[in-house]
């Protein structure tokens, strides 16, 4: 049972600042950002916290599907959470050795205690029925909320893999992609950093830069989330599904007849439209195990969508969900998401775990929420950094897919273009 009531606020970019800095006293809070980016069409909403947990489930790979099943059946209100990538372990007979220095769970789920939901100059705050204070005391405490910020100190960022080493797994999974053992690998790297970081400023700074559609800024006890994802992996309306996979990247330039050209150039290229076409049919694949016969529809293929630092490949596939199957076990069937394993998936990913030597953990899993009338959004976890305050310990993944004709030197510099945005709010560097 939730209390609800319903403000005018005079400047929303003020409100959306005073926002963050009011998530910081909590130990658990998502704050999701579409950074007023309305490329897939006019978001939900501009901006939402979920802070305080009311409920929560975390869990490890094992059961944890099912019992995230029973968590939403017994609590039927939002859920705010995610999906981590070595889930996979429970969708496959696969295994994650590689090391993981950030320690979160596979699984994070929680029923806030408060919502606030922002929409222009429109302010909707829901809170369990039994919260001590009333919405129109929570209001007065964002608008006065104030932030004194830190110094980030960190050292530079660090890859696990040298450069060279890296070129060279790239030429070893060509030649499975040769023998005919997979067709297509999404190849990730990480980059670290030790030191401190003040993740609200952060954050917001990334959004200013990056003003990517799926923005969160995630916190769980001493770890932290701050991602900049443009990619959406799954999402519920009604009956409806879509998920709108990312497979190909060119940079952008501020040079109008420059930029539109690198974007004709990502148009026309068979490198990209072959990854983007064998992710489609994965996920076609995929959504095959829960979608009404004859409902499946490639809606957009090799649609260009432009961001502020690059220009991406995007393709848009729908369905209609069969009747009496769990929102659970729809978001399972198509978990890990295509773009971020390959295929075929399974081998996929067994190459992955081989020749990647950290765990990806949050990242290239799933950040969204499930609402009360068992819809759902869903991100992909990309152009993210994840934070371990306790170790003081920063990680940043990235990389590309891995098909036929790959050149490792330029699925090196894809991976630093991806990094760049990333890289210049850490370090307040130019991109």
Known sequence: MRISKTFAIADPNDFRNRLSYYAAQFSEFALLDSCRNNVYGKPQFDYLLAAGAHAAITQNAGNAFNLLKQFVDVNRDWCFGFLGYDLKNETEALQSQNKDAIGLHDMVFFVPEIIIAVEGNTVV???????GLPCDEILRLVLQAEYTPFQTNLAPL???????????????????????NIYELNFCQEFYSNGTLDAIAVFNNLCAVSAAPFAVLFKWENKWLISASPERFLKKSGNKIISQPIKGTIKRSLAADEDNALKLELQNSSKD???????????????????????????????????????????????????????????????????????????AMQLIEQYEVTRRGLFSGAFGYITPEQDFDFNVVIRSILYAADAEYVSVQT??????????????AECLLKLSALRQVLFHQQV
């Open 125 to 131: 705050i829901h809170t369990i029925a039994d919260y």
């Open 399 to 412: 990389g590309g897919a891995i098909v036929y004709d790959s050149v490792p030197e330029q699925e090196l």
């Open 158 to 180: 660090q890859p696990q893999i040298p450069p060279e080493r890296y070129k060279q797994k790239v030429s070893d999974i060509l030649h499975h992609i040769a023998e005919g």
């Open 273 to 347: 439209k072959a990854e983007n076409v064998m992710i489609v049919d994965l996920v076609r694949n995929d959504l095959a195990k829960i979608a009404a016969t004859g409902s499946i529809a490639v809606d957009e293929l090799f649609a260009i969508y432009s961001f502020k630092q690059v220009h991406h490949m995007v393709s848009t596939i729908s369905a209609n969900l069969l009747e009496n199957i769990h929102i659970v076990d729809a978001i399972k069937a198509a978990f890990p998401m295509g773009s971020m394993t390959g295929a075929p998936k399974v081998m």
